[in-house]
């Protein structure tokens, strides 16, 4: 383990040297193995923060107080310290350049992980005039519990700030700060109807998050008009498993 650094106040980022790395594309994941001093095992599917061209391996891991496996990755781990990783993997919850667009990103909560590495994909594809930023224009939906708890925050401004064909758009469930103008409930067929491109335009979609939200979004984006084989989702549950499905269940602790 190369690092950690904080995120929000649950939150952090884990980058590793993973030396023979064969690579990722954005959107999959890995599988952590923590092995005890008495043998004991424990493993969780994590998904890939970091763009396919970072030289190292970046995980973003939310706390859960009953977790087995984050809060040691949060709060336990050291630079130096070394731990088992078996990936990457997945191969339907992912997107790149070559995907095309426009893309239409939902998240909720550490869902925002595997769409992250699709953005900084794409940025950095772009400044290397990799792809065309029309075609690749991109809309973020993310919702978050209050403002102090949007994970990336800072980079999705900064980002936003200089691309002009990247929107991101945030709702916050709890809380919002003082002059808040944005959305403050939970994503619905009202904000996906204003926020999402329109179906004609044939976008990729991609949710990430709980359950519920996605099953909900991914629902009534269909009842919207949007081609469900264009729908991919990717939801957070009560597992550690990951499905071979067009949907793959991942537990975040």
């Known amino acids: 383990m190369a690092s950690v650094a904080p995120e929000t106040a649950r939150t952090r980022t884990v980058v590793f040297d993973v030396p023979g790395w064969p690579g990722h594309r954005p959107g999959q994941h890995v599988d952590v193995r923590l092995t005890a001093d008495d043998g004991y095992q424990t493993e969780r599917s994590y998904s890939i923060a970091s763009a396919p061209n970072?030289?190292?391996?970046?995980?973003?891991?939310?706390?859960?107080?009953?977790?087995?496996?984050?809060?040691?990755?949060?709060?336990?781990?050291?630079?130096?310290?070394?731990?088992?990783?078996?990936?990457?993997?997945?191969?339907?919850?992912?997107?790149?350049?070559?995907?095309?667009?426009p893309l239409f990103l939902v998240g909720g909560g550490s869902g925002i992980v595997p769409l992250m590495a699709m953005v900084r994909h794409r940025h950095e594809s772009l400044a290397t005039a990799a792809g065309d930023a029309h075609s690749l224009r991109t809309r973020l939906l993310y919702s978050s519990r209050a403002w102090d708890e949007i994970i990336y925050r800072d980079e999705l401004a900064h980002l936003a700030a200089e691309d002009h064909t990247l929107e991101v758009v945030h709702t916050l469930t709890r809380s919002a700060p003082e002059g808040w103008s944005g959305f403050r409930r939970r994503i619905d067929k009202e904000m996906l109807a204003e926020t999402a491109w329109p179906a004609r335009e044939n976008p990729r979609v991609f949710v990430c998050g709980p359950t519920p939200l996605v099953e909900s979004v991914a629902g009534t984006l269909v009842e919207l008009g949007h081609q469900p084989a264009l729908v991919k989702t990717e939801r957070f549950g009560p597992t550690g498993s990951v499905t071979p499905q067009s949907t793959t269940t991942k537990e975040s602790k």
Request: glycine residues 14%.
């Open 54 to 101: 970072d030289a190292r391996l970046a995980l973003t891991v939310e706390r859960l107080d009953d977790g087995e496996v984050s809060p040691y990755l949060t709060e336990e781990l050291r630079a130096g310290d070394q731990i088992e990783l078996r990936g990457p993997i997945g191969g339907y919850f992912v997107w790149d350049i070559e995907t095309g667009g």
